[in-house]
């Protein structure tokens, strides 16, 4: 398989989505997006961090900020540059679309780094199958170029980038824990991704140990601030104070994969084929990846807002793609090894449910 070629292919595709969609609307700005665009559009052009103003122009009314501010962080510096060039009111389109535009760019070179990642464990026809799987048949597509304002697209690269420091012979506890934190940076649930890291604490010395929590906490820290600043206290995170809670005897665990609405394995159903995948994977770590799956569904599962307000597919398992595509790349190493041929997989499996993806994404798109 000629790699670059698909990743053309797929970059073309997310570029051509985001740009066509944005043109339509005529901005990228909408819904949890408004509260993220607000931290960058309010510390670069007011100097603050008071967002009354925002949220006047954008229609909505809340208290304070409770979006995370690790994507905001991430276009911060494009934003910057956009105003120094623009030098307008900061809320045009001319400065959403670069803002987007990043996240577009970091969910591809989020999939690059997955199949470098994959590579060390499967075959390269297997890993870019899955690859190709999680561009195109997961929710991953329309979090990158579609709804790209939001966290979603930049906690699908955190999580690539994470795996990759961990899994890596040549980076430092430190720099992996500063991976790790800014997971949490971006999706605070996502700290849950520490799980994997287990089985290497309990081998590396005590020092490297409290290397890798320093990185965490260097790279948490600027969310500890935010939270002070805002609330006056940084330990106590506002989607607990604002009326939103967690209730674990009573979890919504099956109705978080198979809801109507958005159920993960029922809106995207490759997922599905990456859970079972797993059964073909002969590694120690096989138990460590669906243990994690199943904490964060878990998690979701007994959220007081479990459906995910206006979520395509489950959006807050996005950061888990990266971790099912090793599912994914198993059962195509496995099939392959059958005398499958990728590109039957390609046409009989990954082909067909892009095509439901995408026919899927355009009703979501409609019904909005």
């Known amino acids: 398989m000629k790699q670059a070629k698909w990743f053309l292919i797929i970059a073309a595709i997310y570029l051509l989505g985001y740009l066509a969609h944005a043109f339509i609307l005529q901005k ?112 991953l597509l329309f979090y990158s170029s579609i709804d790209t304002v939001n966290s979603h697209a930049i906690s699908f ?60 906490l260097l790279a948490f820290f600027p969310q500890l601030l935010a939270w002070y600043a805002l609330y006056g206290t940084p330990w106590t995170s506002p989607y607990l104070t604002g009326g939103e809670s967690f209730t674990w005897w009573s979890p919504h665990f099956l109705n978080v994969l198979f809801s109507p609405t958005n159920g993960l394995f029922l809106w995207t159903p490759i997922t599905i084929l990456a859970t079972l995948g797993f059964l073909f994977w002969k590694d120690a770590r096989r138990s460590w990846f669906l243990a994690l799956f199943a904490v964060e569904v878990a998690i979701v599962g007994s959220w007081s807002i479990w459906w995910q307000g206006a979520s395509y597919s489950g959006r807050m398992l996005v950061s888990t793609l990266p971790v099912l595509a090793f599912g994914l790349s198993a059962l195509y190493g496995k099939l392959i090894s059958l005398g499958l041929r990728w590109k039957s997989i390609l046409l009989a499996i990954i082909g067909p449910l892009t095509i439901i993806n995408i026919l899927l994404i355009i009703r979501f798109l409609l019904e909005a």
């Open 157 to 216: 690269f955190a999580a690539t980038v994470f795996l990759s420091f961990l899994y890596s012979k040549n980076v430092s506890p430190f720099l992996t824990g500063c991976a790790l934190g800014f997971c949490a940076l971006v999706r605070p649930q996502d700290a849950i991704l520490g799980i994997l890291a287990i089985p290497r604490l309990f081998v590396i010395p005590a020092k490297a140990g409290i290397q890798f929590f320093l990185g965490i």
């Open 28 to 139: 990228t700005v909408y819904g949890d997006g408004i509260y993220y665009f607000s931290w960058i559009r309010s510390a670069i052009v007011d100097h603050d961090i008071n967002f009354t103003n925002e949220y006047a122009h954008f229609g909505v009314s809340a208290r304070g900020n409770k979006h995370p501010i690790g994507a905001p962080l991430f276009w911060l510096p494009w934003y910057a540059q956009a105003h120094a060039i623009i030098g307008k009111s900061g809320y045009e389109l001319s400065y959403q679309l670069p803002v987007g535009l990043i996240s577009v760019l970091a969910a591809i070179s989020g999939l690059i780094l997955l199949f470098r990642l994959l590579k060390f464990h499967f075959s390269s026809s297997a890993s870019m199958l899955a690859v190709l799987s999680i561009a195109g048949a997961t929710n």
